[in-house]
């Protein structure tokens, strides 16, 4: 059964800082862009970050708003990815998903199509 289960969201202070956990089985991640997304209450769904494969290794891509402060990574033997996010902002406050395209490369936000559950992550001022 493919799947993955997001962990690691809570509630922070603004400039604080949370570790998203995404654990997936039934595949992969190093096989796969596998992304975070993020959908705020009333707003529409927006990607975060995403890893992919390029030239024989793995690259990342952030959305403006969250470059320079959120880092996603990968543990190939855990078959897990993370979302570090840092200078967390009430702005950042929304439900988090992970999420895998059906390729390792050359992948847009439009290709993930496996989603977890979320994980809620809420930032006060």
């Known amino acids: 059964q493919v799947q993955q289960v997001e962990s690691g969201g809570g509630s922070v202070q603004a400039g604080g800082s949370l570790r998203l956990s995404c654990e997936a089985s039934g595949y992969t991640v190093s096989s796969h862009c596998m992304g975070w997304f993020r959908q705020a209450q009333g707003k529409e769904r927006e990607g975060v970050a995403f890893?992919?494969?390029?030239?024989?290794?793995?690259?990342?891509y952030y959305a403006d708003s969250v470059k320079g402060r959120f880092t996603i990574s990968e543990d190939n033997v855990k078959n897990t990815v993370y979302l570090q996010m840092n200078s967390l902002k009430p702005e950042d406050t929304a439900m988090y998903y992970c999420?895998?395209?059906?390729?390792?490369?050359?992948?847009?936000?439009?290709?993930?199509?496996?989603w977890g559950q979320g994980t809620q992550v809420t930032v006060s001022s």
């Open positions: 890893i992919y494969t390029y030239v024989g290794g793995r690259q990342t």
């Open positions: 999420a895998a395209a059906p390729r390792s490369w050359h992948c847009s936000w439009q290709d993930f199509n496996d």
